[in-house]
């Protein structure tokens, strides 16, 4: 195993690290790269918990050699992945705002969707065009049509855009015509759609299933990696759990949690993880506060009339508003980012 310590680690917290582990007999290895001191361990007896270790002081990730996953690992003293769209970063310390409805509806609506969260502040266009839904007498979207409006919004905004690829047929059309690629939830662990976006030279958005733990989650990304496309952008949003206030139970402490353990940059949507318009502006701030690289949105100029989830769009006026408070939000993150050596 690898402790891999923080930049501004104080000498202090590196003996007191070195002292727990000689008083349970485990030999270390000091080691110092370019910006960061390792300490490495062998944990073969297993008597080393992981996560008691992220509680010292100083420790930035502890890192288990032995995890399943080889390319979506941390690995020390390297920089996390930034994906670059359109000169906009996803992964960096700026957060990246997708917003748009949940289903392309009509040309004049999408186009009309997204000067609405352009003029606002969002940077990515979403829309779905090819709908994964629940039930078959559900709206199942405007597939190439939808497709062809989507690009027309792009094209008259400038805004790049993102949707959902469900089918690996369907991966050389969508491909062609959009900057990020989404495999949503019901299709997590659809491997071969896994590693259809995997051979594509285009950003992959990887939404959690409602069900996956975090190495399941890993592993669906490890796929489409394992085949060569190395940008990959995780997405929590929201699991099945027992309560019943909201649609999902949006797992927001995944966030911190994937960071120790992988490269790969991690947004949040609150639409569907709460499924509740309501909700979606407070549990948006909480993901800012919880270091995720950015946000997914749905909003529609007019929700009540949305083909699918309603109840769970912002309209323009509220999108507003989120984005007005997000920014405050991204400063005081900007501030707390890189505590002095004596926080
Ligand atoms: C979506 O983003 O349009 C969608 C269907 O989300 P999920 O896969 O998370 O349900
Ligand atoms: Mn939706």
Redesign the pocket.
């Known amino acids: 195993m690898l402790i891999v310590m923080k930049k501004e680690v104080s000498s202090e917290q590196i003996e007191q690290l070195l002292s727990h582990f000689k008083k349970q007999r485990i030999e270390t290895h000091l080691m110092k790269t370019d910006n960061r001191v390792v300490i490495e361990f062998n944990n073969d007896k297993g008597n080393v918990d992981r996560k008691q270790l992220l509680v010292f002081a100083g420790v930035e990730k502890v890192i288990d050699l032995k995890e399943p996953f080889k390319l979506v690992n941390q690995k020390p003293a390297e920089e996390d992945t930034v994906i670059e769209v359109n000169n906009i970063s996803i992964g960096g310390e700026h957060p990246v705002i997708i917003a748009g409805p949940?289903s392309v509806e009509s040309e004049k609506q999408i186009i009309e969707t997204a000067w609405v969260v352009k003029e606002r502040g969002a940077h990515i266009l979403r829309g779905?065009a090819f709908k994964?839904r629940t039930s078959p007498y559900s709206f199942q979207g405007l597939r190439e049509k939808g497709l062809q409006y989507l690009y027309k919004a792009k094209q008259e905004t400038g805004l790049p855009i993102i949707t959902?690829v469900v089918d690996t047929e369907d991966v050389p059309y969508v491909e062609e015509h959009v900057d990020i690629l989404?495999i949503?939830?019901?299709n997590m662990q659809n491997y071969e759609l896994l590693k259809a976006v995997g051979l594509s030279n285009k950003p992959v958005l990887l939404?959690r299933s409602m069900s996956a733990k975090l190495t399941e989650f890993l592993l669906s990304a490890e796929y489409i990696m394992s085949k060569g496309n190395e940008e990959v952008i995780l997405c929590e949003?929201g699991i099945r759990t027992f309560a019943d206030h909201s649609r999902n139970t949006l797992d927001l402490s995944i966030v911190p949690a994937i960071k120790q353990v992988t490269h790969l940059p991690i947004i949040v949507?609150p639409s569907?993880g709460t499924g509740r318009s309501d909700l979606v502006e407070p549990m948006s701030m909480a993901a800012l506060a919880a270091g995720a690289h950015g946000l997914m949105i749905e909003v529609h100029p007019n929700p009540q009339k949305s083909f699918s989830d309603a109840n769970q769009a912002l309209n323009p006026q509220q999108f507003s508003h989120l984005i007005r408070k997000a920014q405050h939000f991204i400063e005081w993150r900007k501030a707390y980012a890189n505590p002095s050596p004596a926080y």
Request: with cysteine; charged share 40%; proline share 8%.
């Open positions: 949940c779905g994964p959902e989404q949503g939830s019901r939404k949003r949507d569907h």
